[in-house]
């Protein structure tokens, strides 16, 4: 998941250096050294790479466009997918959530890049508000 710009311009840079690699892979006239089965296993791996940064780009994007006014998710662990999701939608970097927080934009992109695992429940409790989102959960017994 792209969770910031820095990661999102990799990302797009990294899409490109496929689609080039690609472009050169199927240009190239088959070689009789390498097994046609390899050959379409490389093919292949190219293609499924690509399609996954293309994927995770098309989902920042439409995050970052403010579309999307309602993230669903099934299990609390999805929790902190939709913390950074809900800062992106609103359009809001890492340092702007962190100083609506008083805290060091340094922090948020700690408890970003570890899935909010150092974060205690006070502070998401912290974040929830100032995301200013509303987050609905079911106890079950």
């Known amino acids: 998941m792209i969770k910031n710009e820095r990661q999102y311009r990799i990302t797009q840079a990294r899409a490109d250096e496929f689609r080039r690699t690609l472009a050169e892979f199927e240009e190239e006239p088959r070689s009789s050294a390498l097994h046609p089965k390899l050959q379409q296993a490389q093919r292949d791996a190219l293609r499924s790479q690509l399609q996954t940064f293309e994927r995770e780009l098309r989902e920042y994007e439409e995050l970052r466009s403010g579309k999307h006014r309602l993230l669903t998710y099934a299990t609390f662990q999805d929790l902190p997918k939709a913390l950074v999701q809900a800062r992106i939608a609103r359009g809001w970097t890492q340092k702007?959530?962190?100083?609506?927080?008083?805290?060091?934009?340094q922090k948020i992109q700690d408890y970003e890049a570890t899935d909010y695992q150092r974060a205690s429940l006070a502070r998401i409790t912290e974040i929830v508000r100032a995301l200013e989102i509303e987050i609905k959960e079911e106890v079950r017994l």
């Open 96 to 105: 702007e959530l962190a100083d609506r927080l008083g805290l060091d934009e």
